[in-house]
C-alpha cells in the first residue's frame, strides 16, 4: 500500500547523472550523495528522469548492488507521444516552445513517473529528476499516499561558469 511507503525525491542538475547524452561533469560527490540517501532510508529501489538517454550513474550503481531495483520513469522524447505526452520534440521549432506547452508536458510526465512509480513494489524508493520537478513530483507523490520529501544535490562551484570563491 502506498501509505507505508517511503520515497525521496532528489532533485538535481541532469549534468551530474552520467547520462552519455548530456556534457559530462565529473563530480564524485554525486554518487556518494546517492549512497547516503540509500543507506539512510534503507531504498530499496531507485527511479530516474533519464529520458532514454542511457545508463546513468544511478542505473549503474543499482546494477552495482544488485539488491535494489531501478526503472526509468521517463520516456525518450521519441517515444512521449505514445503515452499521451505532449512532445516538445515534435514542434517543428523546439526552441520555441510556449510557457504553456511546456507545463503540459511537464504535468503529463510527472502523472506517468507518479503512476509508475506507484505500480512498483517496493518499500522505500529514491526518484531522482530534474530539480525543477522537486516540489511538484513530492506534492503529487503525497497526494497518492506515499510518504514523500525531498532533497537536492545541486554543486554549484560544478554546474556555474565562475571560479569558485
Not at 550523495?33 to 549503474?60: M, V, W, Y
Not at 514542434?91 to 507518479?114: A, C, G, M, T
Request: aromatic share 10%; glycine share 6%; hydrophobic share 35%.
Amino acid at each position: 500500500m502506498p501509505e507505508s511507503r517511503v520515497i525521496v525525491v532528489l532533485g538535481t542538475s541532469h549534468r551530474v547523472q552520467g547520462s552519455p547524452s548530456y556534457p559530462k561533469l565529473e563530480d564524485p560527490g554525486y554518487a556518494e550523495n546517492i549512497k547516503r540517501i540509500i543507506l539512510e532510508k534503507s531504498a530499496d529501489f531507485i527511479f530516474e528522469e533519464a529520458s532514454g538517454r542511457g545508463r546513468t550513474i544511478a542505473a549503474r550503481l543499482a546494477d552495482a548492488l544488485k539488491t535494489i531495483g531501478y526503472m526509468d520513469v521517463d520516456p525518450s522524447p521519441e517515444l512521449a507521444y505514445k503515452f499521451g505526452i505532449v512532445n516538445a520534440a515534435d514542434n517543428p521549432f523546439p526552441n520555441e516552445i510556449s510557457p504553456e506547452e511546456k507545463v503540459e508536458e511537464d504535468i503529463q510526465r510527472e502523472e506517468l513517473w507518479s503512476k509508475r512509480i506507484a505500480e512498483q513494489d517496493f518499500k522505500s524508493g529514491l526518484i531522482i529528476c530534474g530539480y525543477l520537478h522537486t516540489l511538484s513530483i513530492t506534492f503529487r507523490l503525497r497526494a497518492l499516499g506515499f510518504r514523500a520529501t525531498f532533497d537536492q544535490y545541486l554543486p554549484h562551484d560544478l554546474l556555474c561558469s565562475h571560479g569558485k570563491l
